[in-house]
């Protein structure tokens, strides 16, 4: 098993730019969500793909984007941003439903909008 | 809607102590909870997981937890802390009526005294 990969680990970006952050699933999992940890609190749920197909998302803005593509990897896409993007983005891999499975995370993609 | 309680933000322990670490949850509907531990700089690690099973599950590392549906509590122990355990620990919450939210609380950082 690899596990989760993600990609960058670290960037810096403006405010008003957009940012692609790229995640590899762990291999046989099919289903992928997106969090946003902010600093000193807990992953904030921002959506899920299944079959590359959004089936769940949190209370983020349209601005927050993704997709998954056939070898179930996927890809968060974040355009305008705002300083209060700045967190850290974790993607998640599950072999079917988290509720039953629970996640395997990847280490994460350090975001800092300046 | 779901919410997860984590109470104290901060545990110490000595050494070969007991580890208790609190979480309460809100749920609607039967709660899946879990707890996820979190080492600096990585992703988190699926630590447990109850799921309407045994009331109380065996996880990695020594840890357990008892769920308590009548005070809606999912505490996390381990009977003798070693130094390895210092980490943040996340407890969270899902159900089946959205899907791949879990909702997690803000985390407690446990400290390990030689």
């Known amino acids: 098993e690899t596990g989760v990969t993600q990609s960058p680990t670290h960037l810096i970006k403006t405010r008003g730019q957009q940012v692609t952050l790229r995640c590899s699933s762990q291999?046989?999992?099919?289903?992928v969500s997106w969090y946003q940890q902010a600093l000193g609190q807990g992953p904030q749920f921002i959506f899920q793909y299944y079959r590359e197909e959004e089936n769940g998302r949190g209370n983020f803005p349209p601005r927050f984007s993704g997709l998954q593509f056939p070898n179930y990897s996927s890809e968060l896409n974040v355009n305008a941003l705002e300083l209060d993007d700045s967190a850290l983005y974790l993607c998640?891999?599950?072999?079917?439903?988290?509720?039953?499975?629970?996640?395997?995370f990847g280490s994460g993609t350090r975001l800092t909008v300046v | 809607a779901q919410s997860v309680t984590q109470l104290g933000s901060h545990v110490s322990v000595s050494e070969g102590a007991l580890v208790l670490l609190r979480c309460n949850y809100s749920s609607s509907v039967p709660p899946y909870l879990f707890w996820y531990v979190q080492y600096p700089n990585q992703g988190l690690q699926l630590l447990l997981k109850?799921?309407?099973?045994?009331?109380l599950v065996k996880g990695i590392n020594g840890f357990e937890a008892e769920f308590k549906k009548s005070e809606t509590s999912f505490h996390l122990t381990k009977p003798s802390a070693h130094m390895s355990d210092a980490a943040e620990y996340f407890c969270a919450v899902s159900d089946n009526t959205n899907a791949g939210k879990s909702t997690f609380g803000d985390g407690t950082t446990l400290t390990v005294k030689p």
């Open positions: 109850y799921t309407s099973a045994a009331t």
């Open positions: 998640a891999s599950s072999p079917g439903q988290p509720d039953n499975y629970g996640y395997t």
């Open positions: 291999s046989g999992h099919n289903t």
